[in-house]
């Protein structure tokens, strides 16, 4: 099919029953949207980890404390900001995040008892970056140690949240040694880190 408008031809290739057929690369320059699904044209994912500039964070006993990202390996579309990762769109989202406490901050750093825990989870819509509750919280890991002394030790956790544009998602942790304890952190982004993405709109 030809068509003609505004003094410009161009040439359109479409079935009998109306569907459309694209032979070569086609190029679309926003996104698409499919049944009322939207395709991004650069779906949200971010990469964040803990460095050395911040070595060390204090996570006080019986207390959820939002875990620290200060460099980045990537945020694409700039949707994480403040140590949470903001939802640009409704979608189905995976994350992961670890922590690696330390074993060396102080004298009481990696002790602890029979019976003592350490969590990591993530909390939605949580503006405190530090709370002694529960609310908000969407995922979790804990451990339960035997006793330990001056050990490190980690957390990890991989989940999918469903979440509408604007819900916002922090990484905390949490332990119960009874005294302060504190994250562990180098240059290498190996260690307490926190990643998403966007698996699908909806």
């Known amino acids: ?15 009998y029953d109306g569907n459309q057929y694209v032979e070569k690369n086609l190029t679309v320059k926003n996104d698409i949207t499919i049944h009322g699904f939207s395709y991004l044209k650069n779906f ?23 875990i620290t990202f200060d460099s980045e390996l990537y945020d694409i579309g ?3 900001a403040s140590n949470v990762f ?7 989202y995976t994350f992961s ?13 990696g002790d602890w008892d029979v019976g003592e825990r350490h969590d990591i989870s993530l909390f ?6 530090t709370l002694s509750g529960f609310t908000n919280r969407v995922a979790s890991e804990l451990k339960i140690t035997p006793a330990l002394t001056a ?16 819900d ?20 290498s982004d190996d260690w307490t880190q926190f990643s998403g993405r966007l698996v699908t709109a909806i």
């Open 44 to 66: 949200p994912a971010f990469s964040v980890y803990q460095s050395a500039s911040q070595d060390e964070q204090a996570v006080a006993t019986v207390e959820f404390t939002r």
């Open 78 to 80: 700039g949707n994480f």
């Open 1 to 15: 099919l030809y068509r003609k408008k505004y003094g410009k031809l161009w040439k359109s290739y479409m079935s």
């Open 151 to 166: 050990k490190v030790v980690m957390n990890s956790i991989t989940v999918d949240l469903k979440l509408d544009k604007g």
């Open 86 to 92: 903001t939802a640009p769109v409704n979608g189905i």
């Open 168 to 187: 916002y998602i922090g990484a905390y942790a949490y332990q119960n040694s009874g005294v302060e304890q504190h994250t562990y952190s180098t240059n």
């Open 124 to 129: 939605k819509n949580e503006s405190s970056g």
């Open 97 to 109: 995040a670890k922590l690696l406490w330390d074993n060396n901050a102080d004298s009481d750093a």
